[in-house]
């Protein structure tokens, strides 16, 4: 089984391509746009793979939640590839794959939303006991047990959630950013086991709504105008 994996809901962007259980992956370059790159970092990596887009059984994104340009770039172009070979789409919640690429047990699985933002997730055993949702640092919900793996960007960006969850965490991994490889991963026995769907099925998880502060709220924040 061949699959394709897309993941550009942060800066950091990447592909990979799962070939029957290999796993080969490429990330986006860095100082470029998405939207310019992903084509012919995707076109690249089947070609060093030996295969086409004819060769496919499917293709995966990380759904969400992330970037919101990111997260329509990824699902865009996943669901124009879908529809031009006829293939299923896998969509991967973001969390869900960082939370596997930690390589932990029981996680908690930070990601940076701007805006004074977090994104959170827990995870135990590979299956989500909080589903994904967005606070502010001081309002993280934490866990009633120690032992956890805290990981992503939102560590480093809100120190005050390392604080906050010092009691209950043992080991961190602040720099962890999602990962096609662990989309990938994720997806290929999805698919294996007919859970592809439709193009047209699929869509962004954004979490929230908003996408910005207005001009009042950067300005009460010691912001600019």
Known sequence: MNLLAIETSTESGSIALWCDGRLLRRSCPAGAAHSQTLLPLLGSALQEAGLGYGDLHGIAFAAGPGSFTGL???????QGLAVAHSLPVIAVGTLEAMALASGGERVIVLLDARMGEVYHSRVV????????AVCRPDA???????????????????????????????????????????????????LARGEGVDAAAVAPLYVRNKVALTTAERLATGGKA
């Open 72 to 78: 329509r770039i990824a699902c865009g172009v996943a």
């Open 140 to 190: 993280l919900p934490v866990p009633d047990t120690e032992g956890w793996l805290a990981c992503g960007n939102g560590l480093a960006a809100h120190p005050l959630l390392r604080q906050r969850l010092s009691q209950w965490v043992r080991d961190w991994l602040p720099d962890l950013l999602p990962d096609a490889g662990a989309v990938a991963s994720l997806a290929a026995p999805r």
């Open 125 to 132: 055993a590979g299956t989500e006991a909080l589903p994904p």
